[in-house]
């Protein structure tokens, strides 16, 4: 195993991704930021100079995290943010998992303010081999998706958290592939804006071997459609599962979410090779409309070294469809290596809703609760099983028992909105889902969280499901998943739609007993404790 060391100094820039200037807050100056890249097993060290005028966080989404749960960069759950001036260095290993993932600001939705960046695991022996085996591919590029805003976050929340909001999401005007795209400037009169030196995202690929194109959607709102014109591709890996691979036309990837797909050049390249990657943002899932919208973002595939000025025809592009606002069918993606999920032991019933309350202002509820973090004091550091409706314990085995706690989470969606949800520090199995209301049979009795145990439906039982760390409940359905509680810590369940994360659409799960996740001796206490210090003193 390596160590890989970085040091990210975080501050505050203008910039202009796709041609209109805005305030950004970025690592080393860089947008997106920097690639990490490392095989399963390696240790990651990466210093972290917060030389910006907010307090901020990193947080890696998708990794186990196993025994070093402080390092999950969580605000308000295992840490106090990064106060301005001083510095953090995250330590942890990366074992037992491998692929697509990402990392982001957790302090509040500075992921949206450009703290984002990609995080790849590669696997080592015959795992690498078998799934490789599967369908060969040479080269290896990342495509990033994200929506784009022209405010930062903080002022855009200011405005959706204020009461009479009626939970209207900022809808974001732009889109980027790779931190790129090209405006049209002269459409945006009252925009700063200037597209010299602003290109599309280029991928420059081999003409006789498979690549694998890794997408990551880390957008804070859309979801996304991804078509290559004149190409079908197969998916084989999901939020780091590798699956057998599915031949498809079209992705639909919600926001957190990965997929990678192997690409096959075309037997005879038209257009001298070059070929257009079109990613869609989802705009009919929105509610609302955004005049300076541009919905579609291009990248430019290439087949030749030489055509990065060829463009691509673009009168074959079909209309586009309206696609339902979910998850690529996943259902029938089956993981490579087979895991059956294990009969439950513990049933939640989780109902999600917005709900306008006190002074009119709406929040995102989680059965009758509102999940409200506070930034001071992170649920780590009061480690304490109970079964606060929001901050959930689950014991670890017994003495002699040894059996961890297997969770299962029926999640209903009563909103009109879609929630990619989110587990931290595991991957869940996904295990059915549907419109409406649940089968009787699987449907919970009373409102209260937790309810009483609903008998799961025998026949949907899957031998291997897929397992994943975000799962989307479309608008007024229900999905169910499951995992085992093996790993202890302070871990956030939240929808990973960075403004209803915002308005408390979340909980916290805390895994295994206080001396599990709390060793005084590693220093992390101190660490931690400097932190908050920091920032109480900033906030006071
Ligand atoms: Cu991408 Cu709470 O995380």
Request: proline content about 9%.
């Amino acid at each position: 195993a390596t160590t890989r060391e970085y040091t990210w100094v975080i501050a505050d820039h203008d910039l202009n991704p796709d041609g209109v200037y805005r305030p950004m807050i970025l690592i080393n100056g860089t947008f997106p930021g920097p690639l990490i890249e490392c095989n399963e097993g390696d240790e990651i060290v990466v210093h972290v100079h917060n030389q910006g005028i907010n307090a901020t966080s990193i947080h890696w989404h998708g990794l186990y995290q196993n025994s070093s749960n402080w390092m999950d960069g969580t605000v308000g759950v295992t840490q106090c943010p990064i106060p301005p001036g001083y510095s953090f260095t995250y330590r942890f290993n990366v074992s037992g998992q491998t692929g697509t993932y990402w990392y982001h600001s957790h302090m509040s939705m500075q992921a949206s303010d450009g703290l984002v960046g990609p995080l790849i695991i590669h696997a080592k022996g015959s795992d690498a081999k078998k799934a490789i085996q599967k369908l060969p591919y040479a080269q290896d590029r990342i495509v990033m998706l994200s929506d784009h805003y022209y405010d930062l976050s903080s002022s855009l929340l200011v405005h959706y958290l204020s009461p009479g909001s009626e939970n209207a999401e900022p809808v974001p005007p732009s889109a980027l592939i790779n931190g790129r795209n090209i405006r049209n400037c002269s459409a945006l009169p009252t925009r700063t804006c200037t597209t010299t030196a602003r290109t599309n995202a280029l991928f420059a690929l081999s003409s006789t071997t498979n690549t694998r194109l890794r997408i990551l959607n880390v957008a804070a709102f859309a979801e996304f459609s991804l078509q290559i014109d004149e190409h079908a591709f197969d998916v084989t890996e999901v939020d780091g599962t590798d699956v057998h691979p599915q031949s498809i036309h079209r992705l639909n990837i919600s926001p957190a979410q990965r997929y990678s797909i192997v690409v096959t050049p075309p037997a005879a390249p038209k257009n001298k090779g070059a070929y257009w990657m079109r990613a869609r943002m989802l705009t009919h899932c929105f509610a609302y409309e955004e005049p300076e919208l541009l919905e579609e973002v291009w990248g430019l595939l290439s087949y030749t070294t030489t055509t990065t000025t060829t463009t691509p025809q673009t009168t074959d592009w079909p209309q586009p469809i309206e696609l339902e606002c979910r998850d690529l069918n996943t259902s029938s993606l089956t993981p490579l290596r087979v895991l059956p999920a294990p009969p439950p032991t513990l049933y939640l019933n989780l109902r999600t809703s917005f709900q306008s309350r006190d002074w009119r202002l709406s929040r995102g509820y989680i059965n009758e609760h509102s999940l409200r973090l506070n930034a001071t004091r992170p649920v780590l550091y009061d480690f304490q099983l109970t079964t606060d409706p929001l901050v959930y314990g689950i014991p670890s085995p017994e003495e002699g028992n040894g059996e961890y706690t297997v969770v299962s989470i029926l999640i209903q969606n009563f909103d009109d909105g879609a929630h990619p949800f989110h587990l931290h520090g595991y991957k869940f199995w996904v295990m059915d889902e549907g419109a409406g209301y649940p089968p009787s049979s699987a449907s919970p009795s009373p409102s209260t969280h937790p309810s009483p145990p609903y008998a799961p439906e025998p026949s949907l039982a899957n031998p291997n499901p897929l397992r994943r760390d975000t799962v989307t409940i479309p608008a007024y359905s229900w999905t169910r998943i499951q995992f085992v509680a093996d790993n202890p810590g302070a871990w956030a369940f939240h929808c990973h739609v960075g403004w209803h994360a915002e308005a408390g659409l979340g909980m916290v799960f805390l895994v295994g007993g206080r001396d599990e996740v709390r060793d005084e001796d590693e220093g992390w206490r101190a660490e931690g404790r400097r932190l908050c210090d920091g920032y109480k003193n900033m906030k006071g």
